[in-house]
Every structure is written in structure tokens, then in C-alpha cells.
């Protein structure tokens, strides 16, 4: 059974920071192309990260480029997304997925979704 599992959310002031962390069990994680997904209220969900199979292709959204970084544990089976620089409209429910596949940007490339986990940026 595939489960992604995230955690680290929670309520941050502006400027402070985060550390999500997903982890992964049922699938062999190397072959994963791993995403990071992100939903706010009344609104679609939106790309953030990706991070390839090798662990040294990342891709960002602008919206995040410079402030998060996303990377791989492969000891256990966990990616990472590292949020700086937080800002209130950050604010959203977190979501990592998986591609054994090619995927980007594209949610529907996706295979397996986490759950989510809140994250919250006040002003």
C-alpha cells in the first residue's frame, strides 16, 4: 500500500520559516519523481516544487523560486521542502505527490497525493 505521509506544518509569523518533510513507504522511492503542491481556499491547486529522480533536477514556481527549496532523503524515503522568507499568502494546505512517470508542473501526472498538512503565514 502506497502512502505519502507530510508533516511540519503549522502557524508562522511573516519571514519565518518551515520545514515540510513526506514521507514515503509502498513504493521504490528512487523511481519517483516527487512534487510539492499547494491549495488555499476558494482556489485551485497550485505547483510548487519538483524534484527528479536523481535528486539534482529541481524545478520551482516563481512565486517560491528563491525562498523554498526542495530536496530528497533517500536513506528515508523522504522529500523535503524547505520554506524561508514566508509570507501570508504562502498560506495553504500542503501537499506532496508522486510520478513514477514524467511529470512537472501538471497535478493530473501525478500518482499518489499525500494528505496535506496546514501551513499558515500571519501578517
Known amino acids: 500500500q502506497v502512502q505519502l505521509v507530510e508533516s511540519g506544518g503549522g502557524l508562522v509569523q511573516a519571514g519565518g520559516s518551515l520545514r515540510l518533510s513526506c514521507a514515503a513507504s509502498?513504493?521504490?522511492?528512487?523511481?519517483?519523481?516527487m512534487g510539492w503542491f499547494r491549495q488555499a481556499p476558494g482556489k485551485e491547486r497550485e505547483f510548487v516544487a519538483r524534484?527528479?529522480?536523481?535528486?539534482?533536477?529541481?524545478y520551482y514556481a516563481d512565486s517560491v523560486k528563491g525562498r523554498f527549496t526542495v530536496s530528497r532523503d533517500y536513506a528515508k524515503n523522504t522529500v523535503i521542502l524547505q520554506m524561508n522568507s514566508l509570507e501570508p499568502e504562502d498560506t495553504a494546505v500542503y501537499y506532496c505527490?508522486?510520478?513514477?512517470?514524467?511529470?512537472?508542473?501538471?497535478?493530473?501526472?501525478?500518482?499518489?497525493w499525500g494528505q496535506g498538512t496546514q501551513v499558515t503565514v500571519s501578517s
Open positions: 509502498g513504493i521504490i522511492f528512487s523511481n519517483y519523481i
Open positions: 505527490a508522486g510520478s513514477v512517470s514524467g511529470a512537472d508542473i501538471d497535478p493530473h501526472q501525478y500518482d499518489y
Open positions: 524534484i527528479l529522480w536523481s535528486g539534482d533536477g529541481t
